[in-house]
């Protein structure tokens, strides 16, 4: 009896552990499957994805002076004068400046584990400075200065300047004169000051435009040339829509005006090898709207640096023509408020609106231009503003122009 108790107990401890052996065994391996799957899913993610804790990846085909560590004295790299300064101006327009990329020891301080990446054909970051990423072809691309040189190359199609020029217009107009002569000889040069207090008015105008175009000059100018765009207009265009026209924007000076008083060995601050004096970081995030399609000026073949730099920064009207009209009889004041101009601050250099009162401003829709296309506006919400504005056409009208009126002046 006993034997049979002791037999059914062994029994049915053997069946017990059939059926809950399989059970123990599923549970661990899902546990074990699960465990991986958590383990995987921490330490892979897809193609593409991330994670908030990942530093973001950074891009070394690309310079920026804005990174901290790149923020640093001018001279720390750049330095003054460039052995090629010979060879990009020739004989007697050549002058000690700053006209090549810094060389590889100004790099290596800091990103020798970039330079000898196993990255083929050639590590990313020789794209900064090199034509091409290869270690057989060394040239280089073109130093954005001097701006002739850089702005007739396809490198300037995409480039924007990490800096803005601090500059005193309103200083430099009454320094500069009309009897003036730029020079460059070995014992150094100066502006002579010129007196404007026992001068007429429209005397001291007359001088202050003769001042400014002496920096300023009208760029590319159709003259008594009968082609009268930048490039050729297509055949069939209607005669409303916008094309380039030559004689658009002014020029802006450079380093070759600049140094003609601003020499090194010249007693007139800052002198030319004191780069931060005048080229400061422009701040960060803060983007400047203009008047500029790019698709547009694709469309039109417009590759020139110079106008490309120019109409990107119009923060006015898009579609002026400085040689447009009676524009070159007026005088620079009409327009721009000089002594107001602050280069580092994109808001004063915007001309306003009311600056047009002088003959695009009447009392109706017949008499100016302003008008009648604030009136096709309000009768039709959809239409676009072409006579001045190329993307700020589409916009709503600004309550700047509503008050440019002289219906909204008298109330």
């Not at 070159?328 to 001309?351: E, F, G, R, W």
Request: charged share 25%.
């Amino acid at each position: 009896m006993r034997y049979r108790a002791t037999a059914l107990a062994l029994l049915l401890l053997f069946a017990w552990l059939a059926f809950a052996s399989p059970r123990a065994n599923s549970n661990a391996i899902s546990s074990a499957v699960e465990e991986s799957q958590q383990r995987r899913s921490q330490t892979t993610r897809p193609r593409g994805a991330k994670t908030s804790s990942q530093p973001p990846k950074i891009n070394y085909t690309k310079f920026n002076h804005n990174t901290k560590a790149h923020q640093q004295e001018c001279s720390a790299c750049h330095k003054f004068p460039s052995p090629n300064w010979k060879d990009v101006r020739k004989d007697k327009e050549a002058f000690a400046d700053i006209t090549e990329y810094p060389q590889h020891p100004s790099c290596l301080k800091c990103h020798y584990e970039q330079f000898f990446a196993r990255e083929r054909p050639a590590p990313r970051i020789c794209s900064i400075c090199h034509v091409a990423v290869t270690p057989r072809y060394t040239e280089r691309k073109p130093f954005p200065n001097p701006p002739e040189i850089f702005n007739a190359s396809k490198w300037t199609q995409d480039f924007i300047s990490d800096f803005r020029i601090s500059f005193s217009h309103d200083t430099h107009v009454e320094l500069v004169g009309e009897n003036f002569e730029p020079n460059r000889k070995a014992e150094g040069s100066r502006f002579e000051r010129v007196s404007f207090t026992q001068q007429k008015q429209e005397k001291k105008a007359e001088d202050n435009d003769k001042s400014c175009a002496f920096c300023h000059q009208t760029y590319q100018p159709q003259g008594k040339d009968k082609e009268e765009f930048v490039t050729p207009r297509p055949k069939g265009l209607a005669d409303d829509r916008f094309w380039l026209k030559k004689g658009t924007f002014k020029t802006t000076p450079n380093h070759a005006t600049c140094f003609t008083c601003h020499a090194p060995e010249g007693d007139v601050k800052p002198t030319s090898n004191e780069c931060a004096a005048c080229h400061k970081l422009a701040p960060v995030g803060q983007t400047e709207r203009a008047d500029f399609d790019p698709k547009l000026a694709g469309v039109m073949g417009i590759t020139d640096g110079n106008i490309l730099t120019k109409w990107r920064r119009r923060s006015s009207s898009g579609t002026f023509r400085h040689e447009g009209g009676i524009h070159p009889d007026q005088s620079c004041a009409t327009c721009h408020k000089v002594s107001a101009i602050n280069m580092l601050d994109v808001k004063t250099l915007k001309v306003p609106v009311a600056a047009c009162d002088v003959c695009h401003i009447g009392e109706s829709a017949d008499e100016g231009v302003l008008n009648a296309e604030i009136e096709k506006r309000k009768a039709n919400p959809s239409f676009r503003c072409t006579k001045c504005h190329i993307t700020f056409g589409i916009e709503p009208i600004p309550e700047s122009h509503l008050k440019a009126l002289p219906k909204a002046k008298t109330k």
